[in-house]
Every structure is written in structure tokens, then in C-alpha cells.
């Protein structure tokens, strides 16, 4: 358990205890009880709000009943001191040798340093990239991917048992669009002249070797065959190879899904089917007309036709959607409620992510989840905002052949994976990013990338000194460590903190912020040693301090690898 849990059980105890006495009446709720550090470090290390979030509900005020609190939590083992602050917050104040044994536990624990069973083994299935088989990936596609892919690793962390789901859009005109450009490839690739690529075709030249394929598969025998012969053979070949060209891609990430699930198979199961028969069964569907749509001027021509339409305003929605169209096919909305149905019958939780253009759609598919699943199963949409690619501040040029847009497997390589993620993760997923090619290899403090990874390399390199110098961490003397170097310590016990809170919120950024304050925090301790020698890591002469201080970096190492490891981003041992 982290300290932070740790202490909350010992919160929850005293809190017991005051039951007991009749001092507090029983069954209050608790959910909102935290454990946190306080927002100024001179206030102590630990903060509760116990007494702030349960005063009115014991019919008393919040100083008061942090008094009653206090005296419990100044008995615990390493404590030094508890005071009440504010409107009744309450701060305490722990000794040293509690920071010595978290040094102690870190070094113990390594790799599992962090990781907890909060998720309790509940089922998450995370549904991400989801791009449209059209093309190859390109930098649109690659936030998405990585804070998805970075999300489902912190909920491993954290305990969940995760599903890592890719949906892919093989049914439906764009399908269509593709397989008539690669037939026009295919034609390239046995000799014909094409000409301009036509309006309404994919120009790429992505296609070009998926038409030399096909022109290697069927020779000339579909040129002049009537389209509805080769479009069906065409869809399913081209769609396959896209997908390998995407799976591809996102290895050049590190990203592996454990599902791809088909539109086109889904419809062919008839699962839209009994999805809309399970709503009507609920009484959720009815036969009606909208309003006229917004996006129709009301001076132009419009006639309400009549549709199948779910009551999604009773969960929440602005409008009652319709899941057909009016010549009977399914709508984006009938085809997408049935594959959330699909994965909430192996799922305790859904998250989807989404780019934002897809902001109109969130009401509906949540109302949809909560009206197939009787609220048993949730479903929360994070939407990511679009990439700037810039060079040196100037927007980026696209790319003729891609089809007018960047790759990621073009950025990657340029790059390289490390940077790619972790500048992904840099801001929240629903503000703008810039990424920018010349300010991402920069050697600066303004880069994240290079600032938190410069502290591990520096770590590495010293460790590699000491060893040269017979220095070994094992069984160092930590006692020698003084509360400057302690208070690394206590910045690395939030870890395990920022970890599960990370994963509860869906919001795999916290680990970037998180560690660059960690990097920051040893960078700073260690540019001390520049202007007083005493206080350099490795100091001639003093084999025991420079041993203690060999585990304090040891320790900050473990837990930088630790939170680069869940972003997906190998640890430097050395920048070039």
C-alpha cells in the first residue's frame, strides 16, 4: 500500500473509533474522504479533509471535529506532528525514518513499485485508435493511440483487468470509395495510364502496392468487369491490407490491441437487429418524426419523414435518435449502439477514445450503454483534440503521398517512438497540441522529454561511475541521508498515488506532469553539488554517504523507469 493509503485506513480507524465513543453517529459516508499532499509542502506532508466533508452530517462544525481527530492520528507510528488548518483541514507531519523506509521499499519492490489491486480485477475494455481502414495512420490518428494506449496500461497498474479493442469502419460508402480506388490502382498496375486520380477517389500512393496485388491476383480479368463483380473481393482485400498497414503503424508505437471487431461482421450477425429489439422490448423505441434538423435553413424545403427512434432523451440526450433511415439500412447510431452492447457483455466498464469531431455523438452512444445495460455498465468518452505539426515554429507542409496529410509512421521515424509518446501525453487530451519537430529533440528544460529522461540517463551514468569506483548501494547507510535529500523521497512516494488517481480519472497525462516534477526536483538537488562540492552525489573519501546517496538516485531512477514504462516510453540509460 502506498502512504497515502496507508494513511487513509488509519483515518477510517480513528474515524471507527469516534463512532464508538458516540462522538460520531454511525454509517456516515465516507467516499469523500482523502488522504492528499497538501497544496503547500510547509503545511506538512499528509492532508486530510475527514473533518471539512463529514461536520454536517455529525451535526457539528469542522474544527471540532478535527480536535477530536487529532490526538487519534498524533498516537500512530511515525508521526511527528498533526495540526488544523483553515476552515478544518488537518495536516500531519511524519518523521524522517518513515521517508528512509519508503527509500527501502522502493529498492524492494522495483518494477512493482506503484502498482495496486484498486481496480479490484473489474473488466475495462478501452476502444481506441478506431481509425477508418482508408489509409494509413497519420499524426490525427496517433494522439489518440497513444493516450489510449497509455490509459490502458495505467488501469493495469492500478488492477483492472483491460481490453484493448480496435473498431474497425469496414461497412459502409468509404469502404466502398476504397476498394474503387484501389480498382483504379489495379488498373495502374498492369499498364493503363490513370491520369488525375478523380474527385471523390483516396489520391495516396499507399494504394499503388495494394493495386499490384490485386493485379497479381486476378491478372486482367477484372478491368472490364461489371463493379458488382469485383467490389465485394475488392472491399475485403483492400480493407486487409489497410489493417496491416495500420497494425503496422501502431507498432511503430509499441501499441498492440488484443481485439479488432468488424463493423461489416457485426450488421452480418444480425446484432443491430437485436439490439433494436431489446430496446423496443424496454418500451425505448417508437416510430415517430423529428424536428426539422438545425443544419436545414428553414427557408429550404423539408419534409418530416417517419423513423425508428430511440428515447434517448430520457437518458439525458437533447433529441430522441433515430437507428434507421428512412429506407430501412441502419444508421451510423442503430450500427454503433449494438457494438457497445457487443463489448459491454464482456466489459464491467467502457471507455472509448474518440477524436473531438466526434462530441455530437457522446450523448446518444452513453445513453444508448445505460438503456441496453440498465446502468450495470458505464461508459465514459474521453475526446482528443487535433495535432499542429509544426517545424521550427512553421506549420508543417502535408504529404502528396500520403494524401495530403502527414504519416506516423513518417513522424516516428523521424523522431522516434519515445518522443512521440511522451509528447502525446505533455497536456491533456481535450486541449490543442503543438507538436514541433525542432523543439522535441531539444536539449532543454522546456522539453519534457529530454529534462525527464535526462534524469534517468544521469542516474545511469552515475551509477556506472560508482561502480568504477567500488561504490554499491546495497545495504547503504540511509541514515546519512539529511531532509533535503529526504524530501526526493517524499516528491517519489507520491507515485503510487499519482498512479491509481491517474487511472480512476481516465487521464494518463498526470504521469507526464508527474514525473517532470520528479525530474525537476532531482535536477535541482543535484545542480547543488555544482556550487558546494559536499553536496554532489559522489564524493572522494566518503564511501558511506556517497553509497546512501547511490540509493536515493537509485530509488528516483526506479520510479522515473517505473512511470516512462506506462507511458510506453523506454528509460534512457545515456542522451546522444
Not at 6 to 27: I, M, S
Not at 94 to 120: C, D, F, M, P, T
Not at 255 to 281: M, N
Not at 495 to 524: G, N
Request: hydrophobic share 45%.
Amino acid at each position: 500500500m502506498s502512504i497515502f493509503a496507508t494513511f487513509t485506513d488509519h483515518v477510517n480507524r480513528a474515524l471507527d473509533q469516534l463512532v464508538e465513543q458516540g462522538d460520531l453517529p454511525p454509517g456516515l459516508a465516507r467516499t469523500a474522504v482523502t488522504v492528499e499532499p497538501p497544496r503547500d509542502v510547509t503545511h506538512g506532508d499528509l492532508s486530510t479533509n475527514a473533518a471539512m466533508v463529514l461536520a454536517k452530517a455529525a451535526a457539528t462544525n469542522p474544527r471540532a471535529l478535527a480536535g477530536l481527530l487529532v490526538p487519534k492520528l498524533e498516537a500512530l507510528p511515525g508521526v511527528a506532528e498533526v495540526s488544523v488548518a483553515g476552515p478544518g483541514f488537518i495536516n500531519l507531519r511524519l518523521e524522517s525514518g518513515v521517508w528512509r523506509e519508503e527509500l527501502v521499499r522502493i529498492a524492494a519492490e522495483g518494477q512493482r513499485y506503484g502498482l495496486s489491486n484498486a481496480g479490484k480485477g473489474e473488466r475495462v475494455n478501452v476502444e481506441y485508435v478506431s481509425a477508418n481502414p482508408t489509409g494509413p495512420m497519420h499524426m490525427g490518428h496517433c494522439r489518440g493511440a497513444v493516450v489510449g494506449d497509455a490509459l490502458a496500461s495505467l488501469l493495469e497498474a492500478a488492477g483492472f483487468a483491460v481490453t484493448r479493442e480496435y473498431y474497425v469502419n469496414d461497412a459502409g460508402s468509404q469502404v466502398d470509395t476504397l476498394a474503387r480506388s484501389a480498382h483504379l490502382r489495379y488498373r495502374e498496375a498492369l499498364g493503363e495510364d490513370i491520369g488525375e486520380i478523380p474527385e471523390g477517389l483516396y489520391p495516396g500512393d499507399y494504394l499503388k502496392p495494394v493495386g499490384a496485388l490485386l493485379a497479381a491476383e486476378y491478372g486482367s480479368s477484372m478491368v472490364a468487369a461489371p463493379e458488382a463483380e469485383w467490389l465485394p473481393a475488392f472491399k475485403q482485400k483492400t480493407v486487409a491490407a489497410m489493417m496491416d498497414l495500420i497494425r503496422h503503424d501502431l507498432g511503430l508505437l509499441g501499441i498492440v490491441h488484443d481485439k479488432f471487431s468488424s463493423e461489416a461482421e457485426l450488421q452480418a450477425s444480425g446484432a443491430p437487429e437485436r439490439t433494436l429489439e431489446t430496446l423496443r422490448a424496454k418500451g425505448l423505441v417508437y416510430e415517430g418524426t423529428r424536428e426539422r434538423p438545425k443544419s436545414i435553413d428553414e427557408h429550404d424545403p423539408w419534409e418530416p419523414v417517419e423513423l425508428t427512434l430511440f428515447r434517448s432523451t430520457q437518458f439525458g440526450d437533447d433529441e430522441d435518435r433515430p437507428m434507421k433511415k428512412a429506407d430501412g439500412s441502419w444508421t451510423y447510431f442503430g450500427a454503433d449502439a449494438a457494438y457497445h452492447l457487443q463489448k459491454a457483455e464482456s466489459a464491467d466498464h467502457l471507455v472509448n477514445i474518440w477524436g473531438a469531431d466526434h462530441s455530437g455523438t457522446v450523448k446518444r452512444i452513453k445513453a444508448a450503454v445505460q438503456a441496453l445495460t440498465d446502468g450495470k455498465v458505464d461508459l465514459d468518452v474521453k475526446l482528443v483534440q487535433m495535432v499542429q505539426l509544426l517545424r521550427a515554429g512553421e506549420p508543417v507542409k502535408m504529404s502528396k503521398r500520403a494524401g495530403n496529410f502527414v504519416t506516423l509512421a513518417d513522424v516516428v521515424r523521424e523522431v522516434g517512438k519515445d518522443v512521440a509518446r511522451f509528447i502525446m501525453l505533455t497536456k491533456r487530451a481535450d486541449t490543442p497540441l503543438d507538436f514541433d519537430f525542432a523543439k522535441v529533440v531539444e536539449a532543454s528544460k522546456d522539453n519534457p522529454v529530454f529534462y525527464v529522461q535526462y534524469a534517468h540517463a544521469r542516474i545511469a551514468s552515475l551509477k556506472r561511475k560508482a561502480a568504477e569506483a567500488g561504490i554499491d548501494s546495497a545495504g547503504a547507510d540511509i541514515g546519512l541521508l539529511d531532509d533535503e535529500e529526504l524530501g526526493l523521497v517524499r516528491l517519489a512516494s507520491h507515485y503510487p498515488r499519482v498512479v491509481e488517481s491517474a487511472a480512476v480519472a481516465h487521464e494518463p497525462h498526470r504521469i507526464a506532469f508527474y514525473l517532470y516534477e520528479l525530474a525537476a526536483a532531482f535536477h535541482a538537488l543535484w545542480n547543488r553539488g555544482n556550487d558546494d562540492p559536499g553536496r554532489r552525489f559522489l564524493i572522494d573519501g566518503e564511501p558511506g554517504l556517497s553509497a546512501a546517496r547511490l540509493a536515493l538516485a537509485g530509488a528516483i531512477a526506479q520510479v522515473i523507469g517505473n512511470g516512462l514504462g506506462l507511458m510506453g516510453v523506454e528509460a534512457a540509460e545515456e542522451m546522444r
